[in-house]
């Protein structure tokens, strides 16, 4: 899925910033934490922010945690309770607190959502819906550019629903719009470990995958962690992720 960064520090600009990224045809939100207001960043005011963008954004919102950078912790109680917006899908965690990812976890294991998937549970996304329409009309498969996307959602967006919103909202239904055939599957709050030197850690506390910077130059050698890991490989997925944690930090810096 194709996550667009647009947190400010003004709930509006976020938005702002949010509803052109669903014009451009993203997929997500990654909405950082406000961080430069030190003395306002308490509870009540990270809750109404937060709110305030997912009740109006037309795509889904995905909190970001960077503490390293924004010197905000955000506490797992807010976590949980915005997990419970039905417009705010998951956080990226870059802390790499272990102990905290757990909480996070626990805290938000009665969330069930239904989400639209492929055979192979993969996120059905508007540039997948595009590549399917062009190979069933006999077009070569091609990678579909978020220009080409804006075009399409240029009188709103084009993509599937935000979790929790009904499809009437101007949505397409991706089923019948196109030849991918897609299931329902249940979903839960998605728990993500942002940074590749915890990735282990942060999947062993519960973390469902993860965003990860340092994918970027080493997608693989980030993969194999989770491969390993999801097949029940300890031994392996330790060594692996020892062989990437200095080399992450070194990027990262």
């Given at each position: 899925?194709?996550?667009?960064?647009?947190g400010a520090?003004?709930a509006l600009e976020?938005?702002?910033?949010?509803?052109y990224?669903?014009?451009l045809?993203y997929?997500?939100a990654?909405?950082?934490?406000p961080f430069?207001?030190?003395?306002q960043?308490?509870?009540?005011?990270?809750?109404?922010?937060y709110r305030?963008v997912?009740?109006?954004?037309?795509?889904?919102?995905?909190i970001?945690?960077?503490p390293?950078?924004?010197?905000?912790?955000?506490?797992?109680?807010?976590?949980?309770?915005?997990?419970n917006?039905p417009?705010?899908i998951?956080?990226?965690?870059?802390?790499?607190d272990a102990?905290?990812?757990?909480?996070?976890v626990?805290?938000?294991?009665?969330i069930?959502?239904?989400?639209?998937v492929?055979?192979?549970?993969?996120?059905?996304?508007?540039?997948?819906?595009?590549?399917?329409q062009?190979?069933?009309?006999?077009?070569?498969?091609?990678?579909?550019?978020?220009?080409?996307?804006?075009?399409r959602?240029?009188?709103?967006?084009?993509g599937?629903?935000?979790?929790?919103?009904?499809?009437?909202?101007?949505?397409?239904?991706?089923?019948?719009?196109s030849g991918?055939k897609?299931r329902?599957?249940e979903v839960?709050f998605?728990?993500l470990?942002?940074?590749?030197?915890?990735?282990?850690?942060?999947l062993?506390?519960?973390?469902?995958?993860?965003?990860l910077a340092f994918?970027?130059?080493?997608?693989?050698?980030?993969?194999?962690?989770y491969?390993?890991w999801?097949?029940?490989?300890?031994k392996l997925?330790?060594?692996?992720?020892e062989?990437?944690?200095?080399?992450?930090t070194?990027?990262g810096?």
């Amino acid at each position: 899925r194709f996550r667009a960064g647009t947190g400010a520090e003004s709930a509006l600009e976020t938005l702002r910033l949010t509803e052109y990224a669903a014009r451009l045809g993203y997929d997500a939100a990654l909405v950082r934490t406000p961080f430069f207001y030190k003395p306002q960043l308490k509870p009540a005011n990270i809750l109404a922010f937060y709110r305030t963008v997912a009740d109006h954004s037309p795509i889904p919102i995905l909190i970001y945690s960077v503490p390293v950078f924004t010197g905000y912790d955000m506490p797992p109680d807010l976590v949980i309770e915005l997990a419970n917006h039905p417009n705010i899908i998951g956080i990226k965690e870059s802390g790499g607190d272990a102990v905290k990812i757990r909480r996070m976890v626990e805290g938000t294991k009665h969330i069930k959502r239904n989400a639209t998937v492929t055979a192979t549970f993969a996120a059905v996304t508007p540039r997948m819906i595009r590549a399917a329409q062009s190979e069933s009309s006999g077009e070569s498969p091609e990678l579909v550019s978020i220009g080409v996307l804006s075009e399409r959602a240029s009188g709103g967006y084009a993509g599937t629903p935000a979790a929790g919103r009904p499809a009437e909202q101007g949505a397409a239904n991706p089923s019948s719009s196109s030849g991918l055939k897609t299931r329902q599957k249940e979903v839960g709050f998605q728990v993500l470990a942002g940074t590749a030197q915890r990735l282990l850690p942060g999947l062993e506390a519960g973390a469902v995958g993860a965003v990860l910077a340092f994918a970027t130059p080493a997608p693989t050698a980030c993969y194999e962690i989770y491969t390993a890991w999801k097949e029940g490989d300890a031994k392996l997925a330790r060594e692996k992720q020892e062989r990437v944690s200095a080399s992450a930090t070194r990027v990262g810096s």
